[in-house]
């Protein structure tokens, strides 16, 4: 149970503002509130997306409609077995929560009606994360599973909060715990998401991408075209020549011979095997 808000808001009806017959959707709250981000964006339709709703999230939750949130994500108490108090911003407000169970069974029971509430809240087009650690992953994924669904789990994603180490001059007695676990559910199968690229770093790309193409400037770089397994009983590569070496080649000659006349297919020097561009 949260023991302080984390900031302060305007809990109450889910509804958009124009909807309660408030204040008008395009006014923020008023400058200079603590802790109050001004909203820049359209409310949604189904929430009013500028409110912070403090207190327990099962209570606050059972406030919202079926269908209303497009993303959720969790970091809940993971079960540590232990006790949290920092002290927060300039003011130092000491804030606290305990994360201790009788046991995993207890822990799963306090978090089930809470996953409930948000699978129930949650669109068919939305996503939800769920972040914990070894105390419970292994239970919370099976609870997880039975919510929303075992066939929309989506990803574990593992989160390395350390480089490698395993207290051994501690004493310990186990292998290094580095990492956090992130389960990725979506509220149906047509979901939405989206890959995100981001630019490499330029020595990357030198490293990387050794060849540069006369004509354009570009840079690329060459990729294995023999096929994985080889001649291996069972995996049925193609084999044949291309440019007078015979390989296992991880394409049909008929794809092959495509990829040549896009100039997708690279001899460096006669007699070398070819590579993919
Ligand atoms: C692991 S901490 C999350 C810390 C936060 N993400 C951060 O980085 O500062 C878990 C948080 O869940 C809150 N919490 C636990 N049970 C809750 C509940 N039923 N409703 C709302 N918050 C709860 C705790 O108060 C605590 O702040």
Known sequence: MAKKVVAKGRAG???????RGGSSASQPPPDGAHGVTRPTQRPSALVDTRVIYCGDNLEQL????????????????????????????????KRA??????NTQAYIDYMRPRCVELARVLKKTGSFYYHCDWHASHYVKVM???????????????????????????????????????????????????????TYDEDYVEK???????????????????????GAVGKGNPHYELLGVTRY??????????????????????????SFK
């Open 62 to 93: 059972k406030k919202l409609p079926d269908a209303c949130v497009d993303l959720s994500y969790i970091d809940p108490p993971f079960n540590s077995n232990r006790n949290y108090e920092v002290f927060w911003g300039e003011t130092k407000e």
């Open 249 to 274: 080649w991880r394409y049909s000659k008929e794809n092959m011979e495509e990829l040549y006349r896009q100039g997708r297919i690279i001899q460096t020097k006669p007699g070398t095997v070819p």
């Open 208 to 230: 990387a991408y050794r060849f540069v193409e006369k004509e354009t400037g570009r840079r690329y770089r060459l990729g294995d075209i023999t096929a994985p397994g080889g």
């Open 144 to 198: 997880l599973d039975q919510i929303f669904g075992e066939n929309n789990f989506i990803n574990e994603i593992v989160w390395k909060r350390q480089s490698s180490h395993n207290d051994a001059k501690q004493g310990s007695k186990h292998l290094g715990r580095v990492h956090d676990s992130l389960f990725l559910y979506s509220g149906g199968s047509d979901y939405y998401f989206k890959h995100l690229y981001q």
């Open 13 to 19: 009806s889910p509804l958009p503002a124009a909807e």
């Open 97 to 102: 929560f305990e994360d201790r169970h009788a």
